[in-house]
């Protein structure tokens, strides 16, 4: 059923419970920062050793060998290298990959208009992540590129206080590329990454709605809605993964010592395509299905809380 918009005509932004204003927009925006914030930071531990495992594969051989080597050399603090500048860098990213993707995608949405919008709705969806990424990237680079240079650089070399390490990154600017330097390697690994968890997640939650939960969604509960939610990010998050990889591998590699002053090709050449996409990736996948799981959940337990409603399944 069409939702009239106060002027009569078709307006995607009043498609959901609520409509889609300046607030509903910026609700999103903190949702999105709470949902990638903490769900980041709260697995640094496994994202030092992927990046470590991506950086020096003949030191540290897999997930479980690669911690303990970091607990022996670094003791369990080790673990928690770079969580200050990820929380803080993925907070910033989650602010703008949620929040501008449902401005985004009202805004194709209506561009498209109602007929175009229900045909093609896969093209709007990642057309709305695709744009919402480009401009999270930019608010994520300079601490991504030092997280991942206090996560691979040996014990002692460089500082590990997030302020001391931007400090840091600045000063050596000329061989670091801070602060955009990863920038076009970081938009490779997550445009498309964005694009395949947006799409898949609003493609499996509206199968579920559609195959497994046939009565209107409104007609489910919370916990129901969210367990749906869960799932279908989780599912999501597999696929992202392997998407991704090859690409993640090279922002990693970019901060290893070695590869300083070498192009993107070069880096690639180098490492081989097959390692870049198979080198820490079952690490990856567990981390990223679960981590896009929660990160929906939360998204959408604090769209709920907010009186917003569930996402995707309309």
Known sequence: MAHLAPAGKWDARYLGPVPHDASYYAKCMLGGALACGFTHAGITPLDVTKCNMQVNPAKYKGLGPGLKTIIAEE?????????GPTFVGYSLQGLF?????EFFKDTYMNLAGEEASNKYKGAIWLAGSASAEFFADIALCPLEMTKVKIQTSPAGTFPVPMFAALREMSKLKA???????SLVPLWSRQIPYTMA????????????????FTAPKDTYGKTTQLGVTFASGYLAGVVCAVVSHPADSVV???????????????IASE????AL??????????????????????????????????????
């Not at 337990?301 to 907010?306: Q, R, T, V």
């Open 175 to 181: 061989e670091t590329r801070y602060p955009f330097g």
């Open 277 to 314: 996409a198979t080198k820490g990736l079952g690490t990856r996948v567990l981390m990223i299905g679960t981590l896009t799981g929660f990160q929906w959940w939360i998204y959408d337990s604090f769209k709920a809380a907010m009186g917003m409603g569930t996402s995707g399944g309309k």
């Open 75 to 83: 003791g369990s603090k080790g673990l928690w290298k770079g969580f």
């Open 97 to 101: 990959k949620y929040g501008l993707y």
């Open 197 to 212: 968890k947006f799409f898949f997640f609003e493609y499996i939650v509206g199968l579920f709605y559609k195959h497994v």
């Open 252 to 266: 990693s590699l970019m901060g290893k010592p070695a590869n300083r002053g070498k192009s993107l090709g070069a």
């Open 271 to 274: 490492t081989g395509i097959v």
